[in-house]
């Protein structure tokens, strides 16, 4: 135990917070606005189908490459410069992809986006970790922050309906861009700057390493949830991988790495990373089918399903709020643990789904799959960043976020896949239906709810009466899958990380002093 406690964060931290977390909240928001905003722009701009998939793919595919090498710049460079350079070329990127004349231009734009999106993500999450020492406020400040994240990817669909039903499809790219105005503004004045004082320059063939291992492991991923088992999207991970583990190498042999491969030897920070892999790959995965389950077997509009969708967002405030409440009186693993025996009962609310039940029982679920996941998410943050040295926030940071991204591809991938093989297996056309119609339907749900529309309204009813029972099967499956590899998780979880102590006690501080000292003397 250190003979000085750590200083409290004051008003001035906590405004610090809001200025970090408003853009968090604003970015994620655009993000899924884009998927309401798609068919307007492809008409207006006049999009072919390829340039349509580069439009929505291009942000996640340099988001995700480029969060490693982000995180360890800022551990370099300094973390608020490199924030205030991302938030200008985010603003910047915006404008340009509001005000897009045609396909090529806005496929740049997204792609700057994306290259500032991996800046902002890894730069908030360290500066939160200078301006909260003390492991108590840290924690909350971490659930505000992710509450925040997570909010936006439910508000979007609502705000995204609101907006293109009264503006152009371009407003929808502009709602980030007060948010970084204000964090130009306020910025220089409230944060702090922090570097490692040691640090070397970038490798930068560890940075192509980096980019080559993520950017076709992601696309091969994203490309595989899409259209099944193909060549080239399974090239693209086998590519990913290759290049993965000589970046591994590499790492290894450097005196100062990309990637400090150091931190993995940490027990909880390891077990916390993979913690916030697996929360993506379930939870965040399922959400997409949910949305869809609203909007195609429900027959909401995509504002209709947002509301729907918001007692999840009050669920996972309460969620997000209590869970660093909760993880000073007990210790973080049964808090997680709990937290995600929750989400397992919403998994098996989801497989008592019909065609005829309504979107109640949905929302129940999706209610209390997101009540559940708050601890998971904000624990592991904080386990991540507790776990790292000061000079390692960047990296560290930019570790949580590039697992999660990877969590949500895989998860999409394999979730996807079982969805599309049940839907396969399920659907049956019925007889009287244009042979182009019920082959267009067996594809999917979406393409049966399209094909329907010019049907006569019997047909139409006949054919999607069969293809959203097939839709509800694979749903049912693939909560089924997910609640029992949850409750492995939960398992592990608890096992692994039990002797991590409440946050905030004598015990954790200790803990966490010891665990410096001993990569210190490697």
């Known amino acids: 135990m250190s003979d000085t406690a750590p200083a409290k964060a004051g008003q001035r931290e906590w405004i610090a917070l809001a200025v970090l977390a408003l853009p968090t909240l604003l970015v994620s928001i655009d993000v899924y606005v884009l998927l309401l905003a798609l068919p307007h722009l492809a008409v207006d701009l006049g999009a072919s189908n390829i340039e349509q998939l580069w439009i929505t793919d291009i942000y996640g595919f340099l988001l995700a490459g480029f969060l490693i090498t982000m995180g360890t710049l800022g551990d370099r460079i300094g973390r608020r410069k490199l924030l205030l350079i991302g938030a200008a070329a985010f603003g910047a990127a915006s404008v340009a992809a509001a005000y897009a004349t045609s396909p090529a231009m806005l496929i740049t734009a997204r792609a700057a986006l994306g290259v500032a999106g991996a800046i902002l993500a890894p730069s908030t999450m360290s500066l939160i970790r200078a301006l909260f020492r003390d492991s108590k406020q840290?924690?909350?400040?971490?659930?505000?922050?992710?509450?925040?994240?997570?909010?936006?990817?439910?508000?979007?669909?609502?705000?995204?309906?609101?907006?293109?039903?009264?503006?152009?499809?371009?407003?929808?790219?502009?709602?980030?861009?007060?948010?970084?105005?204000?964090?130009?503004?306020?910025?220089?004045?409230?944060?702090?700057?922090?570097?490692?004082?040691?640090?070397?320059?970038?490798?930068?063939?560890?940075?192509?390493?980096?980019?080559?291992?993520?950017?076709?492991?992601?696309?091969?991923?994203?490309?595989?949830?899409?259209?099944?088992?193909?060549?080239?999207?399974?090239?693209?991970?086998?590519?990913?991988?290759?290049?993965?583990?000589?970046?591994?190498?590499?790492?290894?042999?450097?005196?100062h790495p990309l990637l400090d491969l150091r931190l993995f030897t940490n027990r909880s920070f390891s077990t916390a990373l993979g913690a916030m892999m697996s929360g993506p790959?379930?939870?965040?995965?399922?959400?997409?089918?949910?949305?869809?389950?609203?909007?195609?077997?429900?027959?909401?509009?995509?504002?209709?399903?947002?509301?729907?969708?918001?007692?999840?967002?009050?669920?996972?405030?309460?969620?997000?709020?209590?869970?660093?409440?909760?993880?000073?009186?007990?210790?973080?693993?049964?808090?997680?643990?709990?937290?995600?025996?929750?989400?397992?009962?919403?998994?098996?609310?989801?497989?008592?789904?019909?065609?005829?039940?309504?979107?109640?029982?949905?929302?129940?679920?999706?209610?209390?799959?997101?009540?559940?996941?708050?601890?998971?998410?904000?624990?592991?943050?904080?386990?991540?960043?507790?776990?790292?040295?000061?000079?390692?926030?960047?990296?560290?940071?930019?570790?949580?976020?590039?697992?999660?991204?990877?969590?949500?591809?895989?998860?999409?991938?394999?979730?996807?896949?079982?969805?599309?093989?049940?839907?396969?297996?399920?659907?049956t056309p019925p007889s009287g239906v244009p042979a182009h119609a019920a082959d267009a339907a067996r594809e999917s749900l979406a393409d049966a709810v399209v094909v329907a529309r010019d049907l006569p309204p019997h047909l139409a009813e006949a054919l999607l009466t069969p293809a959203r029972e097939a839709y509800v099967s694979g749903l049912h499956l693939i909560g089924a899958i997910s609640a029992a590899i949850l409750a492995v998780v939960a398992v592990l979880i608890v096992g692994?990380?039990?002797?991590?102590?409440?946050?905030?006690?004598?015990?954790?501080?200790?803990?966490?002093?010891a665990s410096r000292s001993a990569r210190a003397r490697r």
């Open 496 to 513: 692994l990380l039990r002797d991590v102590p409440p946050t905030g006690t004598d015990q954790e501080a200790g803990s966490t002093s």
């Open 138 to 255: 840290l924690g909350l400040a971490i659930a505000i922050w992710g509450l925040c994240f997570s909010a936006g990817a439910v508000i979007g669909p609502v705000v995204g309906g609101a907006m293109l039903s009264h503006f152009w499809w371009g407003s929808a790219f502009l709602l980030g861009v007060p948010a970084m105005v204000l964090l130009l503004g306020a910025g220089p004045v409230l944060l702090p700057e922090f570097r490692d004082p040691n640090a070397a320059k970038l490798d930068l063939t560890s940075v192509a390493l980096s980019l080559v291992a993520v950017v076709p492991s992601v696309y091969g991923l994203k490309e595989l949830a899409k259209n099944g088992w193909q060549a080239l999207p399974v090239v693209g991970i086998v590519i990913g991988i290759a290049f993965a583990t000589l970046l591994v190498r590499r790492q290894q042999r450097l005196e």
């Open 281 to 427: 790959l379930l939870i965040g995965a399922i959400m997409l089918f949910i949305t869809q389950d609203l909007q195609l077997v429900e027959g909401l509009s995509p504002f209709e399903a947002g509301l729907w969708m918001l007692p999840a967002v009050a669920a996972n405030a309460l969620s997000f709020v209590v869970s660093p409440l909760l993880a000073r009186r007990f210790r973080p693993a049964y808090v997680i643990g709990a937290g995600l025996a929750i989400s397992v009962s919403g998994l098996i609310v989801l497989t008592r789904t019909d065609t005829a039940s309504g979107p109640t029982t949905l929302a129940t679920g999706f209610a209390l799959i997101f009540l559940g996941a708050g601890p998971l998410v904000t624990l592991s943050i904080h386990l991540i960043m507790a776990s790292a040295p000061p000079e390692k926030a960047g990296s560290a940071a930019a570790l949580s976020e590039t697992s999660g991204q990877f969590g949500f591809a895989f998860g999409l991938a394999a979730l996807g896949g079982i969805g599309a093989a049940v839907y396969d297996h399920r659907f």
